[in-house]
Nanobody
Framework: QVQLVESGGGMVQPGGSLGLSCAAS????????MGWYRQAPGKERELVAR???????EYVDSVKGRFTISKNNAKNTVYLQMNSLKPEDTAVYFC???????????????WGQGTQVTVSS
């Protein structure tokens, strides 16, 4: 079993910055992908950014150049630094981790509880 604990988020004015972090804990797993999704009211959940075990990083076009995803492998923690925030970035942000469960030999996906990011003047 894997537990995800998110922190960060909050409210900021347009142009401001916020940071998110998500720590994965538990035993008997190997992380494949760590990333962030978001869901705005009335919209579908979308991928924001993710980092693969190979080191490849992917961003949705709307955040390229403004958001930076990073990972601390020793701490099983993924971060999302969000700069130049816009009102359209307002959403609930969810941590997402794709892991290989060593004991049963299968892949499994876990989601964080979600944290609100509000960009408003």
């Amino acid at each position: 079993q894997v537990q995800l604990v998110e922190s960060g988020g909050g409210m900021v004015q347009p142009g401001g910055s916020l940071g998110l972090s998500c720590a994965a804990s538990g035993t008997g797993f190997s992380i494949n992908v760590m990333g962030w999704y978001r869901q705005a009211p009335g919209k579908e959940r979308e991928l924001v950014a993710r980092v693969l075990s190979s080191g490849i990083i992917e961003y949705v076009d709307s955040v390229k150049g403004r958001f930076t995803i990073s990972k601390n492998n020793a701490k099983n923690t993924v971060y999302l630094q969000m700069n130049s925030l816009k009102p359209e970035d307002t959403a609930v942000y969810f941590c997402n981790v794709d892991v290989f469960l060593l004991r049963i030999g299968t892949m499994h996906e876990y989601w964080g509880q979600g944290t609100q990011v509000t960009v408003s003047s």
